[in-house]
């Protein structure tokens, strides 16, 4: 039992961190009746997943990978360097969150302004009203 | 002297280069700004046969940035199903330009400047999807198409609850992919999609490679509306003015199906599929529900481009179902091919006929107010007849010549249950749209209120509207007559399709 928490949970506790984080997120996206917890919800999926690439960056055995800058010394030193790619991918990805949660953001200040409320199913009432 | 070879990459810069060159000159001059945009187009639609013609007589196009080889650098790769794509969304975007100039100066007079710039982006992001060869630059192409794409259906008053749906759903689709990206980077080490190819293989029995199939076909599911994640789709196209429902029904969705196609066919091979053969199954059964419940819903409605929307989720079936069964027939994906086409032309024309009546007349997308509208509107109606016409698959129409196909490929396969219900589907498809027209022209309106309101939409609408309706019945003629044969065998014989092991 001891065994299999250290194995299972706590070696890869990271990894047990991201999924519960993307399923906190995924549940507010779907489940929340509020705009703008929606949107916290998208930015806390999308964060999630950049946990979980950083994650897969450190490739190193027990002494955990340094930064990512090579120099004859730290070679001889015996260092292990960490994955860089993950972490530019996650860069760019980062900015596409941004801008996600920009125009979602934008969206919700102009639905607020046209029908004076973020709560979804206030919104749907009023269209029902207007006979959209 | 142009270098073909470097068109890949100049399709995609040119346009987002483009984009911003138009939120410039928009503060000199705004009426230049569509102007820029429909000669940048015109620009890569030639590229973009250039492109095709050069892949069908030399081959591949490989195309390394800034040098560095693949499997490190990023690769531009364009073969038959990439030229052919990219052919269908230039031509269309071009089509949508040349129409949005009046209809977006009557729908967002005052957003002139911003729509042709988030329209230049959405052209990027769909053309960069199109050539690339890389999984992560596929991800970032595919939001930005899909970003611009929130931004202009949101554009309407009407549209913004529509576009915040889209905006969630579609976020979620993207973060599955993502995820997906993920787990092969995590079993690969590699992101290059041929390189991923040769890795797979010998992985097809790992966890993490099943789940990150999965993650595909949900997140890619959800953009392109296939059956059980197509919520979003109906109230966008419904509520998105005019110009945008046209490309986002017509070209978006074909990029996202494509997408699919490639992470199905080129990232994991025609093997996976056979191995996994409960897979196939699995898609067909649910193109099949998407054909049924598209079609009766379609027929349900009394909102002209909700109907249009319902009958896509139809067709998007068609083009799964013709992927379902693409391993058990000698045919390959050649129906699914053909229709990405076909529908992109015929859906094309619908929504651009359905904004001719909204430009005319805010309240017509009601079909309940449609009598007399084939008198007032004589040429429009005319336009919608040809290519309702050709929806209901009429020989020698783009629709008879996909349901052609299909059949045949059904016959083959015996599975004749899928047969039965592509003529369910054609069977109801007639009757919607013989419900439209019969209100536009059997059922008589107020004799002064046409005469007064006689009057056709501006030329630069009515051309793209003819050229559409022309092109579903020559196209249909096309393929009747084999003429873009090559590109489907090119697509077959790449992807390792159409031989019966």
Known sequence: MIEWFIEELLAKYNYWVSIILILIGFY???????????????????????????????????PKGTAPIVSEEMIHMGYVYVNPLPHVLILTAIVVAVATTAVALALVIRLYEEYGTIEESEIIELERQRGL | MLIVEQFPVLVVAISLLSAFTILVAGLVNKKSCCFISIATILVQLVMAFYILNHVLTEGTIHYWLGGWKPPWGIEYVVDALN?????????????????????????????????????????????????????????????????????????????????????VMGSIGACFVLLGIGFLYSVTGSLNMHDLSLLLPPLYGNRVVQAAFVFFFTGL?????????????????????????????????????YAFLRVLFSVYTAEFIRIYAPLTTVISWLAAIAIIFGSVYALAQYNLKRMFAYSSVAHVGYIMLAVGICTSTTLGLTPAVMHLLNHAVMKGCLFLIAGAFIYKRAELWDIMKFPGLGRKMPYTGIAFIFTALAMCDIPPSAGFVTILYLILAFLEAGQFIFAAVILFSVIVTFFYFFHVVEMMYLRVGVEEEIEKERGEIPM????????????????????????????????NSMFGLGVVP
């Not at chain 2, 005052?110 to 991800?139: A, E, P, W």
């Not at chain 2, 296939?226 to 986002?248: C, G, R």
Request: charged share 10%.
């Open chain 1, 28 to 62: 507010a996206m779907i489940a929340k009746d509020n705009l703008i917890k929606k949107v916290i919800g998208l930015s806390i999926f999308q964060t999630a997943i950049f946990l979980f690439y950083i994650s897969l960056a450190d490739i190193g055995p027990i």
């Open chain 2, 460 to 491: 630069s609408m009515l051309i793209p509207v003819f050229l559409l309706a022309a092109l579903c019945w020559i196209t249909g003629v096309i393929w009747l007559m084999k003429i873009p044969f090559p590109i489907l065998d090119a697509v």
């Open chain 2, 83 to 167: 030229a052919y794509v990219l052919v269908i969304v230039l031509f269309i975007a071009l089509i949508c330009a040349i129409y949005s100039k009046r209809s977006i100066e009557h729908e967002l007079p005052h957003k002139l400047v911003s729509f042709y710039t988030v329209y230049q982006l959405l052209i990027t992001g769909m053309c960069g999807v199109t050539v690339t060869g890389d999984m992560f630059n596929m991800y970032v192409f595919l939001e930005i198409m899909c970003i611009a794409g929130y931004a202009l259906i949101a554009s309407s008053k009407i549209g913004l609850k529509a576009g915040f749906t889209y905006l």
């Open chain 2, 221 to 257: 599911g959800i953009k392109m509306a296939f059956f059980p994640l197509h919520t979003w789709q109906p109230d966008a196209y419904a509520y998105a003015p005019s110009a945008v429902s046209v490309i986002i029904a017509a070209a978006m969705s074909k990029v996202s199906i």
